[in-house]
T-cell receptor, first 114, second 112 residues
């Protein structure tokens, strides 16, 4: 199946700083990618839809100024958590589809804000 | 509001038995339903997709059924093995762009 690579897998940052997470589709082009957040023992919650060459679409309740998404090419989307706080600590996962309905997920990024 | 429930938070079964996981949804008309496996600290891995006009899908030891009248999907793992231990997520989608809404997940533990 298709491969989606997410980096970094783990990051610890100080409160108030910003963190960038990259999501790459390695062997296919993805016009649309998705960003999810998962808290311990909970399911994945969609945060936003990342559209190549245009603005991201955010789900209700997700602050677009806090979670900046950039999808500058057909193989790369980035999520920047700005002015991170401890409550932003979570597992962030991206996904991309290869023109079909299957989603291929990255390995996830464990963000810890101290 | 839309709701997707996987009835068991955890399921323990003995090796060799068939594991059956359920996924129920309300206030939703999905075009397709998918099942994923997620191991701790990892992203979900795609297992099976079934469309609204399909009743059953199989892949090796896996079988999925989809009943749009009952608004329910059943996921079966036959001849279960300890390596099948993981969290299994059902996900519903309506479009073609892989945008999914996930269920709560069922943690399966297969013991010897």
């Amino acid at each position: 199946g298709a491969v989606v690579s997410q980096h970094p897998s783990r990051v610890i940052c100080k409160s108030g700083t910003s963190v960038k997470i990259e999501c790459r589709s390695l062997d296919f082009q993805a016009t649309t990618m998705f960003w999810y957040r998962q808290f311990p023992k909970q399911s994945l919650m969609l945060m936003a839809t990342s559209n190549e060459g245009s603005k991201a679409t955010y789900e209700q309740g997700v602050e677009k100024d806090k979670f900046l998404i950039n999808h500058a090419s057909l193989t790369l989307s980035t999520l920047t958590v700005t002015s991170a706080h401890p409550e932003d600590s979570s597992f962030y996962i991206c996904s991309a589809g290869d023109r079909g309905r299957k989603a291929f997920f990255g390995q996830g990024t464990r963000l810890t804000v101290v | 509001s839309q709701k997707i429930e996987q009835n068991s938070e955890a399921l323990n079964i003995q090796e060799g038995k068939t594991a059956t996981l359920t996924c129920n949804y309300t206030n939703y008309s999905p075009a397709y339903l998918q099942w994923y496996r997620q191991d701790p600290g990892r992203g979900p891995v795609f297992l099976l997709l079934i469309r609204e006009n399909e009743k059953e899908k199989r892949k090796e030891r896996l079988k999925v059924t989809f009943d749009t009248t009952l608004k329910q999907s059943l996921f079966h793992i036959t001849a279960s093995q300890p390596a099948d231990s993981a969290t299994y997520l059902c996900a519903l989608g309506t479009g073609t762009a892989s945008k999914l809404t996930f269920g709560t997940g069922t943690r399966l533990q297969v013991t010897l």
